[in-house]
T-cell receptor, first 113, second 116 residues
Framework: GNSVTQMEGPVTLSEEAFLTINCTYT??????LFWYVQYPGEGLQLLLK?????DKGSNKGFEATYRKETTSFHLEKGSVQVSDSAVYFC????????????FGKGTMLLVSP | KAGVTQTPRYLIKTRGQQVTLSCSPI?????VSWYQQTPGQGLQFLFE???????NKGNFPGRFSGRQFSNSRSEMNVSTLELGDSALYLC???????????????FGPGTRLTVL
Protein backbone atom coordinates (compact mmCIF):
# COMPACT_ATOMS: atom_id res chain seq x y z
CA GLY A 1 0.00 0.00 0.00
CA ASN A 2 0.88 3.67 -0.01
CA SER A 3 3.16 5.09 2.66
CA VAL A 4 5.01 8.31 3.42
CA THR A 5 8.17 8.67 5.51
CA GLN A 6 9.39 12.04 6.70
CA MET A 7 12.22 13.05 8.97
CA GLU A 8 11.70 13.03 12.70
CA GLY A 9 11.55 16.33 14.49
CA PRO A 10 11.70 18.68 16.05
CA VAL A 11 13.81 20.69 13.67
CA THR A 12 15.20 23.71 15.48
CA LEU A 13 16.54 26.63 13.45
CA SER A 14 17.45 30.24 13.90
CA GLU A 15 15.60 32.89 11.92
CA GLU A 16 16.89 33.26 8.32
CA ALA A 17 18.40 29.77 8.30
CA PHE A 18 17.89 27.34 5.40
CA LEU A 19 15.25 24.65 5.89
CA THR A 20 15.05 21.15 4.47
CA ILE A 21 12.50 18.57 5.61
CA ASN A 22 12.96 15.23 3.89
CA CYS A 23 10.02 13.20 2.59
CA THR A 24 10.05 9.91 0.71
CA TYR A 25 7.10 7.84 -0.40
CA THR A 26 6.04 4.40 -1.55
CA UNK A 27 3.16 4.17 -3.98
CA UNK A 28 2.08 2.46 -7.15
CA UNK A 29 1.87 4.55 -10.26
CA UNK A 30 2.16 8.32 -10.13
CA UNK A 31 0.54 9.77 -7.01
CA UNK A 32 0.00 13.45 -6.37
CA LEU A 33 2.19 14.84 -3.59
CA PHE A 34 1.42 17.51 -1.01
CA TRP A 35 2.86 19.43 1.89
CA TYR A 36 0.40 20.53 4.57
CA VAL A 37 1.14 22.79 7.54
CA GLN A 38 -0.57 22.75 10.93
CA TYR A 39 -0.29 25.71 13.27
CA PRO A 40 -1.03 25.21 16.98
CA GLY A 41 -4.72 24.69 17.63
CA GLU A 42 -5.65 24.72 13.96
CA GLY A 43 -6.47 22.28 11.20
CA LEU A 44 -4.24 21.52 8.24
CA GLN A 45 -3.59 24.01 5.47
CA LEU A 46 -2.31 23.02 2.06
CA LEU A 47 1.13 24.57 1.60
CA LEU A 48 2.01 23.29 -1.86
CA LYS A 49 1.42 20.41 -4.23
CA UNK A 50 2.82 18.63 -7.29
CA UNK A 51 0.86 16.30 -9.51
CA UNK A 52 3.49 14.77 -11.79
CA UNK A 53 7.18 13.93 -11.91
CA UNK A 54 9.59 16.91 -12.03
CA ASP A 55 6.82 19.35 -11.06
CA LYS A 56 7.89 21.95 -8.52
CA GLY A 57 5.31 23.19 -6.04
CA SER A 58 5.93 26.52 -4.37
CA ASN A 59 4.17 28.86 -1.98
CA LYS A 60 5.19 31.50 0.59
CA GLY A 61 8.89 30.87 -0.12
CA PHE A 62 8.59 27.11 0.34
CA GLU A 63 9.43 24.75 -2.53
CA ALA A 64 9.35 21.02 -3.18
CA THR A 65 10.13 19.05 -6.35
CA TYR A 66 8.47 15.76 -7.25
CA ARG A 67 11.37 13.34 -7.86
CA LYS A 68 10.11 10.07 -9.30
CA GLU A 69 13.56 8.49 -9.54
CA THR A 70 14.22 8.93 -5.81
CA THR A 71 10.52 8.81 -4.75
CA SER A 72 11.06 12.01 -2.80
CA PHE A 73 9.36 15.36 -2.24
CA HIS A 74 11.66 17.30 0.10
CA LEU A 75 10.44 20.64 1.46
CA GLU A 76 12.86 23.59 1.34
CA LYS A 77 12.87 27.25 2.27
CA GLY A 78 15.80 29.58 1.86
CA SER A 79 15.19 31.77 4.91
CA VAL A 80 12.79 30.74 7.66
CA GLN A 81 10.89 33.11 9.92
CA VAL A 82 9.61 32.70 13.47
CA SER A 83 6.10 32.60 12.01
CA ASP A 84 7.01 29.41 10.11
CA SER A 85 7.06 27.48 13.39
CA ALA A 86 4.49 24.72 12.91
CA VAL A 87 4.13 21.03 12.13
CA TYR A 88 4.65 20.06 8.49
CA PHE A 89 3.06 16.99 6.93
CA CYS A 90 4.02 15.33 3.68
CA UNK A 91 1.14 13.48 2.01
CA UNK A 92 0.23 11.64 -1.15
CA UNK A 93 -2.98 10.74 -2.88
CA UNK A 94 -3.74 7.77 -5.04
CA UNK A 95 -3.39 7.51 -8.77
CA UNK A 96 -7.11 8.15 -9.28
CA UNK A 97 -6.78 11.87 -8.88
CA UNK A 98 -6.89 13.64 -5.54
CA UNK A 99 -8.29 10.70 -3.61
CA UNK A 100 -7.71 9.64 -0.01
CA UNK A 101 -4.64 11.24 1.53
CA UNK A 102 -1.88 9.19 3.14
CA PHE A 103 0.17 11.30 5.55
CA GLY A 104 3.63 11.13 7.00
CA LYS A 105 4.02 11.43 10.79
CA GLY A 106 4.72 15.15 10.64
CA THR A 107 7.82 17.21 11.44
CA MET A 108 7.72 19.98 14.00
CA LEU A 109 9.69 23.08 13.04
CA LEU A 110 10.76 25.53 15.74
CA VAL A 111 12.31 28.81 14.62
CA SER A 112 13.92 31.09 17.18
CA PRO A 113 14.62 34.82 16.73
CA LYS B 1 -16.43 31.96 1.57
CA ALA B 2 -16.75 30.35 4.99
CA GLY B 3 -14.33 27.54 5.72
CA VAL B 4 -14.98 24.07 7.06
CA THR B 5 -16.57 24.18 10.49
CA GLN B 6 -16.56 21.44 13.07
CA THR B 7 -18.55 21.17 16.25
CA PRO B 8 -17.95 20.80 19.06
CA ARG B 9 -14.31 21.88 19.25
CA TYR B 10 -13.69 20.01 22.49
CA LEU B 11 -15.39 17.01 24.03
CA ILE B 12 -14.79 14.90 27.12
CA LYS B 13 -16.42 11.50 27.42
CA THR B 14 -15.98 8.38 29.52
CA ARG B 15 -15.29 4.85 28.35
CA GLY B 16 -18.31 3.05 27.00
CA GLN B 17 -20.16 6.20 25.98
CA GLN B 18 -20.84 7.19 22.42
CA VAL B 19 -20.15 10.48 20.68
CA THR B 20 -21.29 12.32 17.57
CA LEU B 21 -19.14 14.90 15.82
CA SER B 22 -20.39 17.29 13.17
CA CYS B 23 -18.77 18.82 10.09
CA SER B 24 -20.11 21.49 7.76
CA PRO B 25 -18.18 21.65 4.48
CA ILE B 26 -17.42 24.67 2.38
CA UNK B 27 -20.46 25.76 0.41
CA UNK B 28 -20.63 23.84 -2.87
CA UNK B 29 -18.34 21.03 -1.73
CA UNK B 30 -20.05 17.67 -1.82
CA UNK B 31 -17.23 15.47 -0.56
CA VAL B 32 -16.40 15.18 3.14
CA SER B 33 -13.52 13.11 4.50
CA TRP B 34 -12.72 12.34 8.13
CA TYR B 35 -9.28 11.75 9.63
CA GLN B 36 -8.09 10.78 13.10
CA GLN B 37 -4.92 12.41 14.40
CA THR B 38 -3.03 10.94 17.37
CA PRO B 39 0.56 11.41 18.56
CA GLY B 40 1.33 7.72 18.06
CA GLN B 41 -0.38 6.93 14.76
CA GLY B 42 -0.36 10.35 13.14
CA LEU B 43 -3.11 11.17 10.65
CA GLN B 44 -5.23 8.24 9.55
CA PHE B 45 -8.09 8.22 7.08
CA LEU B 46 -11.45 7.17 8.49
CA PHE B 47 -13.94 7.52 5.65
CA GLU B 48 -15.16 9.72 2.82
CA UNK B 49 -18.70 10.62 1.88
CA UNK B 50 -19.95 12.04 -1.38
CA UNK B 51 -23.57 12.78 -2.18
CA UNK B 52 -24.73 11.00 0.99
CA UNK B 53 -22.85 7.79 0.07
CA UNK B 54 -19.74 6.39 1.70
CA UNK B 55 -17.14 6.14 -1.08
CA ASN B 56 -14.01 5.09 0.80
CA LYS B 57 -13.30 3.63 4.20
CA GLY B 58 -10.12 3.33 6.20
CA ASN B 59 -9.04 0.52 8.46
CA PHE B 60 -11.07 1.28 11.57
CA PRO B 61 -13.45 -0.93 13.56
CA GLY B 62 -17.19 -0.83 13.04
CA ARG B 63 -17.59 1.34 16.14
CA PHE B 64 -16.67 4.23 13.87
CA SER B 65 -19.44 5.22 11.52
CA GLY B 66 -20.59 8.26 9.64
CA ARG B 67 -23.24 9.72 7.44
CA GLN B 68 -23.82 12.64 5.17
CA PHE B 69 -26.97 14.67 4.75
CA SER B 70 -28.51 16.15 1.63
CA ASN B 71 -26.94 19.54 2.43
CA SER B 72 -23.50 17.82 2.48
CA ARG B 73 -23.08 18.25 6.23
CA SER B 74 -21.57 15.14 7.76
CA GLU B 75 -21.53 13.49 11.14
CA MET B 76 -19.31 10.78 12.50
CA ASN B 77 -20.24 8.59 15.41
CA VAL B 78 -18.06 6.54 17.70
CA SER B 79 -19.82 4.01 19.90
CA THR B 80 -18.52 2.25 23.00
CA LEU B 81 -15.65 4.67 23.42
CA GLU B 82 -12.21 3.38 24.39
CA LEU B 83 -9.30 5.29 25.89
CA GLY B 84 -7.45 4.89 22.60
CA ASP B 85 -10.14 6.87 20.78
CA SER B 86 -8.80 10.06 22.35
CA ALA B 87 -7.65 12.08 19.38
CA LEU B 88 -8.13 15.13 17.21
CA TYR B 89 -10.76 14.34 14.59
CA LEU B 90 -10.34 16.36 11.43
CA CYS B 91 -12.87 16.85 8.69
CA UNK B 92 -11.94 17.91 5.17
CA UNK B 93 -14.15 18.99 2.33
CA UNK B 94 -13.46 19.08 -1.37
CA UNK B 95 -15.17 19.20 -4.73
CA UNK B 96 -14.88 16.07 -6.80
CA UNK B 97 -13.54 16.42 -10.33
CA UNK B 98 -15.51 15.34 -13.35
CA UNK B 99 -13.17 12.34 -13.57
CA UNK B 100 -14.21 11.18 -10.13
CA UNK B 101 -11.12 12.25 -8.23
CA UNK B 102 -11.04 14.90 -5.53
CA UNK B 103 -9.78 18.43 -5.77
CA UNK B 104 -7.73 19.98 -2.97
CA UNK B 105 -8.97 19.07 0.47
CA UNK B 106 -9.74 21.90 2.90
CA PHE B 107 -9.51 21.01 6.56
CA GLY B 108 -11.52 22.20 9.52
CA PRO B 109 -9.97 23.04 12.92
CA GLY B 110 -10.87 19.63 14.31
CA THR B 111 -12.70 18.27 17.35
CA ARG B 112 -10.50 17.31 20.28
CA LEU B 113 -12.01 14.21 21.90
CA THR B 114 -10.77 13.07 25.30
CA VAL B 115 -11.94 9.73 26.64
CA LEU B 116 -11.53 9.22 30.40
Amino acid sequence: GNSVTQMEGPVTLSEEAFLTINCTYTATGYPSLFWYVQYPGEGLQLLLKATKADDKGSNKGFEATYRKETTSFHLEKGSVQVSDSAVYFCALSGISGYSTLTFGKGTMLLVSP
Amino acid sequence: KAGVTQTPRYLIKTRGQQVTLSCSPISGHRSVSWYQQTPGQGLQFLFEYFSETQRNKGNFPGRFSGRQFSNSRSEMNVSTLELGDSALYLCASSARTSGGGLNEQFFGPGTRLTVL
